[in-house]
């Protein structure tokens, strides 16, 4: 029995799933999760020692690869002095500078914990503001475990099969509205049937969490005008795309600027962060300022405060990593479809930038519905070929492959040759 065997068998008696976070538990692809030891760059080591390129990134955080020294000690040197004080700090205030002049829709911001977080009070900032209760959301976007949101959800919810949570009460589901992601019709729909009653629209402007599905030319666009003209608010979740697209997050990539945003993950450099802001206006109606309460014991915690501003820091200081970021995606991501195209193995494989998805099916994947054609056994199968070749992927059909400052053209060879050995065998589809 291997330790990471061993461990599990121990997890799963004290921890629902023998993990922290269902996906983490390998029930959709099969197999002993690999406990992590340590990580280092590109690499992630697991209690036996063996050595895996890493493609999880901690599901995005790592965005200049795994314990970038800065950031080491940054989190070191602040550590020491003092884990945490729960006053006001000045390291806050850097933080909400820096985020107000780098995202185009803030003019405030609000530091949480986590991206369920975010959402959850950007969602309570949009109903105080508006006085509506209603909210759309998109059929696989995934905003985290917040009540309202649990509604034809993507990620672990979709992996499981599981598309709304039981334990949500019909009171808080029953003002959630789903979309079809990129159909403005469907959206144009429910506007018309509950006029004047949407308080915000809520949306992963590229979903990563059905597997990545990238906005339609103009559907961005779109969704602005609409709920300007019913006088709703257009909230971007990007707690993926945020800092992972470039300095603007997805926003500033397509120009559209919503009226609030929620973080995370890139944030808080690996650390527990997240954070939501938006126009003056909306966001003086958080408490103390305003009648909107939202509060955290841990929020603009100091040690991960440091962690954060480390890397948004670097990035600033850095720009041609996104560039870089950009080259290596589209490198990887378009060889791997040359290889499947050669070989004749039906998949599609969506990507922006560093993040991308490969879909085992032959339909174009736009969508919810798109998405879930593809043959999850196969992406098991695929999952455990290039596990077992030392590559360490998303265990989810669902997920996003996450690319890495860290990510060298070695690297990026040799995570091609595993692929091309995993088709070569044939043994993806049975
Ligand atoms: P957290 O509460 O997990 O920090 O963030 C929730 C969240 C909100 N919005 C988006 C767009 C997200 O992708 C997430 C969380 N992402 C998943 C991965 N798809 C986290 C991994 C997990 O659940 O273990």
């Given at each position: 029995?291997?330790?990471?065997?061993?461990?599990?068998?121990?997890?799963?008696?004290?921890?629902?799933?023998?993990?922290?976070?269902?996906?983490?538990?390998?029930?959709?692809?099969?197999?002993?999760?690999?406990?992590?030891?340590?990580?280092?760059?590109?690499?992630?080591?697991?209690?036996?020692?063996?050595?895996?390129?890493?493609?999880?990134?901690?599901?995005?955080?790592?965005?200049?690869?795994?314990?970038?020294?800065?950031?080491?000690?940054?989190?070191?040197?602040?550590?020491?002095?003092?884990?945490?004080?729960?006053?006001?700090?000045?390291?806050?205030?850097?933080?909400?500078?820096?985020?107000?002049?780098?995202?185009?829709?803030?003019?405030?911001?609000?530091?949480?914990?986590?991206?369920?977080?975010?959402?959850?009070?950007?969602?309570?900032?949009?109903?105080?503001?508006?006085?509506?209760?209603?909210?759309?959301?998109?059929?696989?976007?995934?905003?985290?475990?917040?009540?309202?949101?649990?509604?034809?959800?993507?990620?672990?919810?979709?992996?499981?099969?599981?598309?709304?949570?039981?334990?949500?009460?019909?009171?808080?589901?029953?003002?959630?509205?789903?979309?079809v992601y990129n159909d403005?019709?469907?959206?144009?729909?429910?506007?018309?049937?509950?006029?004047?009653?949407?308080?915000?629209?809520?949306?992963?402007?590229?979903?990563?969490?059905?597997?990545?599905?990238?906005?339609?030319?103009?559907?961005?666009?779109?969704?602005?005008?609409?709920?300007?003209?019913?006088?709703?608010?257009?909230?971007?979740?990007?707690?993926?795309?945020?800092?992972?697209?470039?300095?603007?997050?997805?926003q500033g990539t397509y120009?559209?600027?919503?009226?609030?945003?929620?973080?995370?993950?890139?944030?808080?450099?690996?650390?527990?962060?997240?954070?939501?802001?938006?126009?003056?206006?909306?966001?003086?109606?958080?408490?103390?300022?305003?009648?909107?309460?939202?509060?955290?014991?841990?929020?603009?915690?100091?040690?991960?405060?440091?962690?954060?501003?480390?890397?948004?820091?670097?990035?600033?200081?850095?720009?041609?990593?996104?560039?870089?970021?950009?080259?290596?995606?589209?490198?990887?991501?378009?060889?791997?479809?040359?290889?499947?195209?050669?070989?004749?193995?039906?998949?599609?494989?969506?990507?922006?930038?560093?993040?991308?998805?490969?879909?085992f099916t032959g339909e174009?994947?736009?969508?919810?519905?798109?998405?879930?054609?593809?043959?999850?056994?196969?992406?098991?199968?695929?999952?455990?070929?290039?596990?077992?070749?030392?590559?360490?992927?998303?265990?989810?059909?669902?997920?996003?492959?996450?690319?890495?400052?860290?990510?060298?053209?070695?690297?990026?060879?040799?995570?091609?040759?595993?692929?091309?050995?995993?088709?070569?065998?044939?043994?993806?589809?049975?």
């Amino acid at each position: 029995m291997t330790r990471s065997e061993d461990l599990f068998n121990r997890a799963k008696r004290v921890l629902p799933g023998g993990v922290n976070s269902p996906v983490r538990a390998y029930q959709s692809v099969g197999g002993c999760p690999r406990f992590i030891k340590k990580a280092e760059g590109t690499y992630v080591y697991d209690e036996e020692g063996k050595r895996y390129l890493d493609y999880i990134g901690s599901w995005g955080p790592m965005i200049l690869g795994h314990n970038h020294p800065e950031i080491q000690q940054a989190v070191v040197e602040a550590a020491q002095r003092g884990l945490s004080f729960g006053t006001a700090t000045e390291i806050e205030v850097k933080m909400g500078e820096l985020l107000c002049s780098l995202v185009p829709c803030f003019d405030m911001v609000r530091m949480v914990n986590s991206g369920t977080e975010a959402v959850m009070s950007s969602i309570r900032a949009a109903r105080g503001f508006t006085g509506r209760d209603k909210i759309i959301k998109f059929e696989g976007c995934y905003h985290g475990h917040f009540d309202a949101l649990l509604v034809k959800a993507g990620s672990g919810v979709m992996t499981a099969g599981i598309p709304d949570s039981s334990g949500v009460p019909k009171g808080c589901a029953m003002d959630t509205l789903t979309a079809v992601y990129n159909d403005i019709d469907s959206v144009r729909k429910l506007f018309e049937e509950n006029p004047g009653q949407i308080a915000a629209l809520i949306i992963e402007p590229v979903a990563a969490n059905m597997g990545v599905v990238l906005p339609r030319e103009g559907f961005l666009k779109e969704l602005r005008d609409i709920c300007t003209e019913n006088g709703t608010l257009l909230i971007f979740d990007e707690v993926i795309t945020g800092f992972r697209l470039g300095l603007t997050g997805a926003q500033g990539t397509y120009g559209v600027m919503p009226d609030l945003a929620t973080f995370g993950k890139i944030i808080g450099g690996g650390m527990p962060v997240g954070c939501y802001g938006g126009k003056r206006e909306i966001m003086e109606m958080i408490a103390p300022l305003g009648s909107v309460y939202q509060a955290g014991t841990l929020s603009g915690n100091p040690v991960a405060m440091a962690a954060g501003l480390t890397q948004l820091k670097y990035l600033y200081d850095h720009p041609e990593i996104y560039t870089g970021l950009e080259e290596k995606g589209t490198k990887l991501y378009e060889a791997m479809k040359e290889i499947a195209e050669k070989a004749g193995l039906t998949c599609r494989l969506n990507h922006i930038s560093s993040l991308g998805s490969i879909f085992f099916t032959g339909e174009e994947v736009c969508d919810y519905t798109s998405a879930k054609t593809s043959d999850t056994k196969a992406f098991a199968n695929y999952f455990l070929a290039m596990l077992k070749g030392g590559v360490h992927l998303a265990p989810s059909q669902f997920e996003a492959m996450f690319l890495s400052d860290a990510h060298s053209e070695e690297v990026i060879q040799q995570t091609l040759k595993v692929f091309a050995e995993v088709v070569e065998k044939g043994e993806i589809y049975e």
